[in-house]
């Protein structure tokens, strides 16, 4: 099985209209900087940013940054990121979720393999 010898970390931008998103995604009813959420052994998340637009619809646009530890099985790791994710999403219309610069529709799948192929970028470097 591959596992990575480094950490790994992606950078998650998630614009939602939805108020609840962010304690949902972290699992807490408080949020501030800095807070961490263990998604499985050696994935955690940890919110960034957090900023409210007030536009015709309040807009609510936060930073993430993941972490997938060193010695973990790649391929697990990701699918539970992904599958993670997808879920928190899912239920929400009008989310936009951005992985490293890179804008994706809001499906397991996809989710999945854009990690997969950043994961092969930051290999080949």
């Known amino acids: 099985m591959e596992k990575i010898v480094k950490t790994m970390k ?11 998103l962010d304690s ?7 949020l501030r900087a800095g807070q961490e959420k ?11 940013s957090y900023k409210l637009r007030e536009t015709v619809l309040p807009t609510i646009a936060f930073d993430v940054l993941v972490s997938i530890g ?7 790791a990701i699918s ?9 999403l899912k239920r929400r219309k009008d989310n936009t979720l951005v992985i490293n ?3 994706i529709e809001i499906d397991a ?5 854009l990690i997969i192929n950043i994961a092969n970028e930051e290999k080949d470097e």
């Open 38 to 48: 263990i998604i499985s052994n050696g994935v955690s998340i940890r919110l960034e």
């Open 109 to 113: 799948e996809q989710i999945k393999q």
């Open 24 to 30: 949902d995604l972290f699992e807490a009813t408080k």
């Open 80 to 88: 539970i990121l992904s599958n993670y994710l997808y879920d928190k």
């Open 70 to 76: 060193q010695n973990v099985v790649l391929p697990i």
């Open 10 to 20: 992606l950078h998650l931008k998630i614009e939602t209209f939805d108020p609840k």
């Open 101 to 103: 610069n890179k804008s």
